[in-house]
């Protein structure tokens, strides 16, 4: 080792999808499309819930993209007119290609149907979503808490979430908890 630092870059596999592909959706379905953009070279379609299936079923089946790389959300609580998006890169191996689908949701309604049926990978994402967020999936198998425990209250990437909100005791010497009643089980013996 001459003590000589080597410079490393990080280059992105891929590149985003032309602005071919986003022809081609805003044609297929015009009405649903609610706005596109490029910035950085990276393309971004944003759509309207109701197609939300159709396109990941049109994009993983006619377009190749077969991999979800990440479904996530954002929370524009004061912000924007629509409180939440989720949002969701997709990656075609075969094209070595990316494209970003946003799709916005009110509070009222912040459902959308599941990807699980096309993408397996989506089953975890969409639970951290709700998890985290509380934006439910319709259609999913297992739609319970992942990285939280189940009787933690509210969803803590909500803007409005409490930041010194108490939230339940869990675990062992707890009252009423799954540990603390098996140690109790266990001083019967």
């Known amino acids: 080792m001459s003590g000589t630092r080597t410079e490393r870059t990080f280059q992105a ?6 602005p071919e592909l986003v022809e081609r959706i805003c044609e297929r379905f015009e009405s649903a499309v609610l706005g596109q953009s490029e910035a950085f ?19 993983k089946e006619d377009e190749g993209f077969e991999y979800l790389l990440d479904l996530t959300a954002v929370d524009y ?6 409180r939440f998006e989720v949002v969701a890169h997709f990656y075609s191996l075969s094209g070595n290609r990316r494209l970003r689908v946003c799709v916005p949701l009110q509070e009222e309604r912040a459902e959308l149907p599941t990807l699980t049926g096309l ?3 989506a089953d975890w994402y969409e639970r951290e979503i709700w998890d985290l967020y509380g934006i ?10 992942l990285l939280l ?10 803007k409005d979430y409490k930041m010194k909100a108490r939230q339940p005791l869990i675990g062992p010497g707890t009252m ?14």
Not at 77 to 82: E, N, T, Y
Not at 149 to 158: A, N, Q, S, T, V
């Open 136 to 145: 439910r999936f319709a259609g999913h198998p297992d739609l319970r808490r």
């Open 41 to 59: 070279g990276e393309r971004e379609v944003t759509v309207r819930r109701e197609i939300w299936p159709t396109l990941a079923r049109w994009l």
């Open 77 to 82: 609580l004061g912000l924007r007119p629509v």
């Open 149 to 158: 425990y189940d009787e933690f209250k509210g969803h803590p990437l909500r």
């Open 13 to 18: 596999t891929g590149s985003w999808a032309g």
């Open 176 to 189: 009423g908890g799954a540990a603390s009643q098996s140690r109790e089980d266990e001083a019967d013996v």
């Open 119 to 121: 993408w397996k990978a």
